[in-house]
């Protein structure tokens, strides 16, 4: 469909007729914010306050128990196998700003929509937007940034701190890095989920951009591997593909990888993963100053 666009007034029709305006807004920003859809939907946690986040890291196995025999002399020296990372609390905040003169045009009967209806919707959309951007960051960068997966899902290149923890004293903070693969293949994919599997603990959500989305998508159809994906993503409007029974999701916010033109592959346990909110604050609104 092709449309003209002629000033209003300057001919009879255009001067009695009016503008067939939709009342709502189409998004041609946000949507592409996929991993904050997905914790915002199942992995967000609620806290009532405090100074800051501490999670203890059981980050070693005990040194002594095991079989014994009668009257057997038995090791019971104490363990010290926990230590706790500390998250400190950040902010986000977007402004609805509206003036006087703008607010008297548009409080109309005939107004075909709600201007601070829409203005906080957008809000709505922004606020989304921004965590989603914080959801990726580096840690490093700004201080006042949500702590994201570009310092967390790092084994020292980015973060040389985690959680308030020095990488090279707590290794078991590393993740599993792969920056000499220069082809995907599906054996080098396979590979590296091997290298973040242990027992139960396994990925269960892969990550990038388009430029490695359609690489995969090559590499699977051309073996009919394509199928099974993420039914709830889908729904929701995430493209995704299901690798080795893990959904494979499309995110423009991914942080790059080799270069600007590819990002990086992340594959994520979610169950270590928390979007952490207080109860009072999450997504709030506040009157008019």
Known sequence: MSTTTAVIGTNTVNSISKRVVLPRVIDQIYGTNALFWRLNK???????????????????????????????????APNDTIKNGAWDIKQQYVPVTVDG????????????????TIQ???????????????????????????????????AGGVATSYA??????NT?????????????????????????????????????????????????????RYVNVDENMTNAGFTNISFDNIPWVLDDKVFDGPNTSNSAVLFLNEDTIQLASFSSTDFSMVDFQ
């Open 42 to 76: 199942a992995n967000k946690r609620y806290y009532d306050g405090g100074t800051h986040i501490e999670v203890p890291f059981m980050y070693a196995t005990w040194s002594n128990g095991g079989p014994y025999q009668g009257y057997d002399l038995l090791d019971v």
């Open 101 to 116: 003169l703008t607010l008297a045009k548009c409080n109309s009967t005939e107004a075909v929509a709600n201007l601070l």
């Open 120 to 154: 906080w919707e957008q809000a709505r959309m922004q606020m989304a937007n921004n965590i989603g951007t914080g959801i990726y960051s580096d840690v490093v960068t700004d201080a006042k940034q949500i702590d994201g997966l570009k310092g967390a899902v790092d």
């Open 164 to 169: 308030g923890l020095v990488r090279s004293a």
């Open 172 to 224: 078991y903070l590393n993740s599993q890095v792969d920056s000499s693969t220069a082809t995907m293949t599906l054996a080098s994919l396979r590979s590296m989920v091997s290298s973040c599997t242990k027992g139960g603990n396994s990925p269960t959500l892969a990550l990038s951009r388009k430029e490695q989305y359609n690489r995969l998508w090559v590499l699977m159809s051309a073996n009919q």
